[in-house]
């Protein structure tokens, strides 16, 4: 799909702002997630991985077989 050039600058401003604040708020979620024992789950090349507590990087989900609270 193309997408033309916006001439004004106030929009790409704005979006910039909004990725920033997007930015901010994963590395706090990952900081927190990190600190309270919790797996990182993440995608590339639509392959899930999970970064267990440990730093061990798994494709099994670390999640199944587990009882809510």
């Avoid at 702002?17 to 927190?32: F, P, T």
């Amino acid at each position: 799909m193309k997408v033309d050039k916006l001439d004004n600058i106030e929009i790409y401003q704005k979006a910039f702002e909004i990725q920033k604040i997007g930015n901010e708020a994963v590395r706090k979620v990952l900081k927190e997630n990190k600190k309270r024992g919790i797996p990182i789950v993440f995608s590339k090349n639509g392959i899930i991985y999970y970064e267990l507590p440990n730093g061990e990087i798994t494709t099994k989900s670390p999640f199944e077989n587990k009882q809510a609270s």
